[in-house]
């Protein structure tokens, strides 16, 4: 009945939030305060990742700097709501291209706290958007492999139909 009440209150957002921030303090205050300047040589690869991932520019630019897999990380603070979903959304990357990676080598919460301070120092204006110069190649790629495996299939659907014919004459 209570945990009823507390969800219909009206400023359930805030009082969650609250919560949110109060726990993520917390845990956080058990870690080394967050460095911008570490979480740049983070995304730029001059410090290695400690589970042994990739550096962010390999796949994303930061103020036009960086790769152009992604997209410009530039004003990512913002567009996320700040440091705690932020940190979060590092840490434990849901996104399909990246999932596999993170897997295989995961963000530490410190490394997290790191990146998301570096990108709180970024000015959102000077974010470049990103031209994707993958996705005519890919998509050309794509429509060859496809072209060859119509071939393919057409090829071995021929000669198993002579299999077949060659079998009933031997009969």
Known sequence: HAFAEFMKAPDIRERLKAEQERIQAQFMAKMAPPDAALGKELFFGTEAFRNGGLACAACHAAEGVGGNLGFDLTGIFAKMGGETPLVSAIEQSSFKVMAPHYKRHPVTKQEAMHLA????????????????????????????GLVGLVFHLRR????????????RRRK
Do not use: I
């Open 117 to 144: 301070k570096y990108f709180s120092t970024l000015d959102p204006q000077k974010a470049v958007p990103t031209k994707a110069t993958f996705v005519p190649v890919g998509g050309g790629v794509a429509l060859a």
């Open 156 to 167: 071995q659907r021929e000669s198993r139909g002579r299999d077949v014919r060659l079998q």
